[in-house]
């Protein structure tokens, strides 16, 4: 399942959900990104996505990952508009028989959203607005599942 909100949600709420819907999964696995502080030198962020082309390429990546992990339940949020410090920006969790297959499906999603979901990140601060490109660590993580 996949969600693109332009408002808040709960994490744990969310998790507690998902953890009650998985069937039969021996492990569950999720990460969530929030939007750094920066040491106060962020005081927003600002997310775009490409209504239709995001889902597409996002349900395209966890397809990719229900296949290779044979997961159970996969669910993906993320967030678009503008968020503060601390708000979560991004939440994925896999369920799957054993753990090892749903922390792989998890960090596999994430390196997608990561470097190839089509998002524009605009983050204010200190020094004004500037938008925010993936670092070239996250390219090396993402090559990982090449």
């Given at each position: 399942?996949?969600?693109?909100?332009?408002?808040?949600?709960?994490?744990?709420?969310?998790?507690n959900s998902f953890s009650k819907t998985?069937?039969?999964?021996?492990?569950?696995a999720s990460f969530i990104g929030r939007?750094?502080?920066?040491?106060?030198?962020?005081?927003?962020?600002?997310?775009?996505?490409?209504?239709?082309?995001?889902?597409?390429?996002?349900?395209?990546?966890?397809?990719?990952?229900?296949?290779?992990?044979?997961?159970?339940?996969?669910?993906?949020?993320?967030?678009?508009?503008?968020?503060?410090?601390?708000?979560?920006?991004?939440?994925?969790?896999?369920?799957?028989?054993?753990?090892?297959?749903?922390?792989?499906?998890?960090?596999?999603?994430?390196?997608?959203?990561?470097?190839?979901?089509?998002?524009?990140?605009?983050?204010?601060?200190?020094?004004?607005?500037?938008?925010?490109?993936?670092?070239?660590?996250?390219?090396?993580?993402?090559?990982?599942?090449?």
């Amino acid at each position: 399942m996949l969600e693109i909100l332009d408002s808040s949600f709960d994490p744990g709420e969310r998790l507690n959900s998902f953890s009650k819907t998985s069937g039969n999964a021996g492990g569950i696995a999720s990460f969530i990104g929030r939007v750094r502080g920066e040491r106060g030198d962020v005081s927003g962020l600002y997310l775009e996505s490409y209504p239709g082309v995001t889902e597409k390429g996002i349900q395209s990546a966890t397809d990719a990952a229900v296949k290779r992990w044979a997961l159970v339940d996969v669910l993906v949020i993320h967030r678009i508009g503008t968020m503060s410090p601390g708000e979560p920006i991004v939440m994925v969790i896999t369920a799957a028989e054993h753990r090892r297959a749903a922390f792989e499906a998890c960090d596999f999603l994430m390196d997608y959203l990561k470097t190839d979901a089509m998002f524009w990140k605009k983050q204010t601060g200190a020094d004004g607005e500037k938008w925010i490109e993936p670092r070239t660590e996250d390219y090396k993580d993402r090559e990982r599942w090449t």
